[in-house]
């Protein structure tokens, strides 16, 4: 694998995000996503960058399915490689990237230390609510 031609693709996104004024920490992620894209398609010089809608697509697929990212993270991902294409190599995306998008995530609220659901937790706090309400007065009734 040529170091040289992918340092240099990856010095060409430093010095467009610096002329950019990009924060540090995008320029980071930015380039976490390039090197990440760069090895997944085990591409050995910038040549192998051609048809970017196709490998985006299974790039981005990959990581919705195998993966499993949240969508945002996707996005974040895809933000990157149309940073790359569009702004580094100056190749315009023609094609529309068709790629399988990442659910979101339900998330089931879980009493800490305890493996149980939701349902017991509920459960558990109308006693709690209950009991507060309570009145603490006992009416003694007198008996016939």
Known sequence: MS???RKKIMDQVHEMMRVKHYSIHTERTYCDWIKRFIMFH???N????TNGEEKIERFLTWLAVEKNVAPATQN???NALIFLYKKVLKTPLT???DTVRSTKKTNIPMRPGNGTGS???LQESC???REAL???VTILIPAP
């Open 3 to 5: 170091i040289q031609k």
């Open 42 to 44: 085990n591409m050995k």
């Open 46 to 49: 910038k040549s192998d960058l």
């Open 76 to 78: 974040q991902a895809m």
């Open 95 to 97: 094609g529309e990237v």
């Open 119 to 121: 349902m017991f937790f």
């Open 127 to 129: 006693l709690r609510i």
């Open 134 to 136: 309570k009145p603490d």
